[in-house]
């Protein structure tokens, strides 16, 4: 009778302990929750963004920079920073106020004195700048050709300075992409050409710093291209390129920087860039 009594407690506990117990590793649907109950938010990623006009803020209706129209094409799990400022140089933007007018014996504007001007000091900022798992996005070489002093770098000066916040975003667990400066609409005959230069550099400089390379440069007049926005008689005010163009052959309209920053979210795609998991 003893026996019987055990058996049948075996049998009732049994299921019990089975129901309980931990679930395989294998098994679909078991993964256990967060800790703590965290939520997708908390693991929210900055883009942070330096360029010149092309990219910059809209201080009105025209022109407008294709970074002003970065941020609606991420999930609410990113925020886009942008400091691009118009009519700088990677070495204005750096060093705003600090860059004489004068050249050295190697031709490169004197810097002086050496200290970060506060955008740039914000982002290296260990509370509120970039952190582990952001992205700094980096765009320049418009300004930069310029032969004159402030705006103008040399090509050994303008990889030196993109090494320099490559490092340090690295330094801070962000990750850096340069891009290739964004071109002007320029024809020939029926077709759309680079207008921009600072390219070798570029692409040497992500060599050599192990930084990804986004050719927006090649990427923006082949889209140009794919628009039709050639043969064009210099008129920049009717028609598709005076919608996709400020009264000039360089600045963006509204409609014209979405299509730009479009083209950078499908080449984050393109290129497997894991910030692209991010986008809608």
């Known amino acids: 009778m003893r026996t019987r009594f055990l058996t049948v407690a075996a049998l009732v506990v049994l299921p019990l302990l089975t129901a309980t117990g931990p679930a395989s590793a294998g098994e679909p649907g078991c993964a256990p929750a967060a800790a703590g109950g ?31 129209q970065f941020d609606p094409l991420f999930t609410d799990d990113v925020t886009v920073v942008n400091s691009a400022v118009s009519g700088r140089s990677i070495q204005t933007w750096l060093y705003e106020s600090n860059v004489q007018g004068t050249k050295d014996s190697a031709g490169e504007c004197v810097v002086s004195p050496r200290t970060f001007h506060q955008r740039w000091q914000s982002m290296l900022d260990p509370a509120t700048g ?83 390379v986004i050719d927006l440069h090649k990427l923006s007049y082949t889209l140009y291209n794919t628009l039709r926005l050639c043969p064009n008689d210099g008129d920049y ?17 509204a409609a014209g920087a979405r299509q730009i920053a479009g083209v950078v979210a499908k080449a984050l795609r393109d290129q497997r860039i894991p910030l692209s998991a991010y986008l809608r």
Request: aromatic residues 8%; proline residues 5%; positive net charge.
């Open 38 to 68: 965290t939520s997708a938010s908390a693991a929210a990623v900055k883009v942070w963004l330096a360029g010149d006009s092309t990219m910059a803020d809209p201080r009105s209706s025209c022109p407008v920079g294709w970074g002003s």
């Open 130 to 212: 970039m952190k582990a798992g952001d992205y700094l996005l980096i765009q320049f070489g418009i300004n930069d050709g310029s032969p004159d002093c402030p705006r103008h770098v040399g090509s050994a000066r303008y990889r030196e300075l993109l090494a320099l916040m490559a490092k340090a975003a690295k330094d801070r667990g962000a990750t850096p992409v340069f891009l290739t400066p964004v071109s002007a609409i320029r024809c020939s005959g029926s077709s759309a050409v680079g207008t921009r230069g600072f390219l070798t550099e570029t692409f040497d400089a992500g060599r050599a710093a192990g930084t990804t």
């Open 237 to 253: 005010t009717r028609g598709a390129v005076g919608a996709f163009f400020c009264n000039d052959h360089t600045h963006f309209e």
